[in-house]
């Protein structure tokens, strides 16, 4: 009788762990996920998560690239892990989050982009004001060409505004690169893309694409800003904007792993390698002796 509850106890022990065997839990230096970004985020956050795959191999995490908005609805309904994002969320959308997911939202800033204006090379525009911008987003001639509607772009230059992106009127080519890639077709429109989309300094395909088009300066309280590290660092240029991360993961997992890891030095200098400002500086001290 003895040996047989022990025979019980030891068979119940391994079916327990089977099962457990069977529910993997990923942590940050195993396991699989998905997160999303905009594609205008594309290439920063390819590099991070290449980057962190390559010091976890054991890990996967596979990158949806889809418009902000929809971004959002599958983090709420826990089809990615993490999202990125540029814009402020809305007072509903932070309700949604908190009754969906029953976590605090908690952004974790790793890069500084912005959203900037390109036209056709031999335009004779240098700089647009914030003025004519706004006019011509209330313009029936759409003069302003977009990545299109639910995309970060809209969605952070309408919250620029004080304005819905449902207000604005805008013409569409769709992807950053796309609507680089032909502005020399339509001219006296202006292109609005993301900084991340050319701006990796040792790019060959990145150099293309800067050379290819005029990037305007930004007229504000009369003084032109033009889009690079410094007016970046310093916030001066209008359109300037900090991506974040989001999850709905409840737990110290992979997700949170790539975002603690994309914060901290190493992905801080992936984002620097963007060409892009990183956004937890990291100081260096140096002693001379």
């Known amino acids: 009788m003895k040996y047989r509850i022990i025979l019980l106890i030891a068979l119940f022990t391994l079916a327990s762990s089977c099962k457990k065997n069977e529910r993997v839990i990923d942590d940050p230096s195993q396991g699989t996920i998905t997160i999303a970004a905009d594609e205008s985020f594309q290439s920063v956050i390819e590099a991070l998560t290449s980057r962190y795959m390559a010091l976890n191999p054991a890990t996967k995490i596979n990158v949806e690239i889809k418009k902000e908005d929809l971004a959002f609805l599958d983090l709420l309904e826990n089809k990615v892990r993490a999202i990125v994002l540029s814009r402020d969320l809305t007072v509903r959308e932070k309700k949604a989050f908190k009754d969906k997911i029953d976590l605090e939202i908690q952004p974790a800033k790793f890069a500084v982009d912005a959203v900037v204006f390109v036209v056709a090379k031999n335009s004779p525009l240098t700089s647009v004001s914030l003025e004519h911008l706004k006019s011509e987003l209330l313009s029936d001639e759409k003069n302003i060409i977009f990545d299109g509607a639910n995309a970060s772009n809209l969605n952070f230059v309408a919250q620029k505004f004080k304005m819905l992106p449902s207000d604005l009127k805008f013409s569409v080519i769709a992807g950053n690169r796309n609507i680089i890639q032909q502005i020399n077709n339509y001219p006296g429109k202006i292109g609005v893309v993301s900084l991340n989309t050319l701006s990796r300094p040792y790019d060959k395909e990145s150099e293309e694409l800067r050379n290819s088009v005029k990037i305007l ?73």
Do not use: A, H, W
Not at 230 to 246: C, G
């Open 217 to 289: 300066g930004v007229e504000s309280e009369g003084k032109v800003y033009s889009p690079d590290i410094t007016t970046l660092r310093n916030m001066s240029y209008p359109f300037t904007r900090v991506l974040y991360f989001i999850t709905n993961e409840p737990y110290y997992g992979l997700g949170n792993g790539l975002i603690r890891f994309s914060c901290q030095q190493l992905g801080q200098i992936v984002v620097q390698k963007e060409g892009l400002q990183p956004y937890n500086i990291i100081p260096r001290e140096v002693q001379m002796r």
